[in-house]
């Protein structure tokens, strides 16, 4: 389901003025509504902001030409990783898989990722790698986590400039509920935060929210 914002009468009859006679300037939208150009002011910042009229200076207002799910889509495709990863939650490849289940159960996570004693991504831990690894009658406390994790250069990766919208598919296609955001440096993948199918629900959220503004 799309939500969109919904648009009072006047902002409607704006919207139809600048379709139909645009590009105009606030002064004459103004003058065809019987209103002062103050009281207009509102009404447009809020159609710009939200895509449906773009202006140009000495200009005027024009219509986009878009349709509130367009307009959203559009949103949508600018968000990026940076601004919506979370803190990572990092273990050495030494430590004890009986350690990595108290560290992902402390932290409330259900992703580990693994470096080496440069602080270098090396591989990835899920709950049930960990699961795999407590059935039997291994020692959990003898076993490190290098054994049973996802090895570089198996791990999927994304970087802040990425697109939520480009990680979202890649965790539906790897079936999979986190990814590391590295930093690439002349040594390796540097772990700079965590994104996962809980951030890019709570960017849909806001989203969505700010289109209900």
Known sequence: ??????????????????????????????????????????????????????????????????????LLTDKIKKLLVKDYKSIPVVVNESVSVYDAIVTMFLEDVGTLFVVDEKSLLVGVLSRKDLLRASIGKQELTSIPVNIIMTRMPNVTMCEQNDLILDVAGKLIDKQIDALPVIKETDKGFEVVGRITKTNITKAFVALAGEELL
């Open 1 to 70: 389901m799309v939500i969109t914002i919904e648009l009072n009468k006047r902002q409607e009859r704006i919207l139809q003025i600048v379709k139909d006679d645009g590009p105009i300037t606030g002064e004459h939208i103004a003058d065809r509504l019987n209103l002062t150009r103050a009281t207009l002011r509102p009404d447009l910042a809020i159609l710009t902001m939200s895509g449906y009229l773009d202006a140009r200076p000495r200009v005027g207002y024009f219509y986009t030409g878009k349709t509130g799910a367009q």
